[in-house]
């Protein structure tokens, strides 16, 4: 037996209209706060990614879009090939890239300056329930890195999915401090100075 399923009242989108924002959960991060609570979950977020063959324009007009910093650059089957981060397309080594190859800057496309695959290094999501947010910047601080890939098993019990990622500026931003757009690391001294002890 089918159930008929009648259509829902609807009504014209407004002018002036905006969209709903996340409300803040109100718990003050601390770098004693455990370390899941500033990991951005994949579960829960979708991961924003983008082809290895686009340009880099069009991958910083994505972030600006989505608000973050950091693309994962996968092929039509979702498997990851790499990272691209804001730093990378808005500093020197697009330019140099196009310079050491006689091209323009506006025909550098992700894969040309994108960390390969093989070069990134994971947190591995089972060993993330004991971290604490210092936990955190401490590995960013010692990698000198903006940005962290978490990993767990695959489907199938094999392999790797990348679960989450942790930013070092979503961090700066939930610890209430703020960090110099060119600054790499914040050493633990600066953060508790700046949360005031």
């Known amino acids: 037996m089918s159930r008929i399923y009648q259509p829902l ?16 959960s109100g718990k003050q991060v601390r770098l004693d706060s455990p370390a899941i609570e500033v990991m951005t979950d994949l579960c829960k977020v979708p991961a924003a990614t983008i082809d290895a063959d686009a340009p880099l324009d069009a991958a910083i007009r994505f972030m600006i879009r989505r608000g973050v910093r950091l693309l994962l650059v996968a092929d039509d089957r979702r498997h990851v090939l790499g990272l691209i ?3 990378d397309i808005l500093g020197e080594l697009p330019v140099t890239f196009a310079v050491e190859r006689g091209a323009k800057r506006q025909n550098v496309l992700v894969q040309d300056i994108m960390t390969p695959r093989e070069r990134l290094e994971v947190l591995w999501y089972a060993e ?17 890195r903006q940005h962290a890939l978490v990993a767990e098993p695959g489907p199938d019990g094999a392999g790797q999915t990348v679960r989450g990622i942790f930013s070092l500026s979503q961090i700066a931003r939930q610890l209430g401090v703020s960090i110099p757009p060119t600054e790499v690391a914040l050493t633990f001294a600066e953060i508790e100075a700046a949360l005031g002890g």
Do not use: C, I, N, Y
Request: charged share 10%; no cysteine; aromatic share 2%.
């Open 85 to 87: 981060t804001s730093t």
């Open 9 to 24: 009242s609807h009504r014209p989108l407004l002018a002036d209209v905006q969209f709903q924002h996340p409300a803040p």
């Open 128 to 144: 993330l329930p004991g971290a604490e947010v210092g936990h955190v910047v401490a590995t960013l601080k010692a990698t000198g």
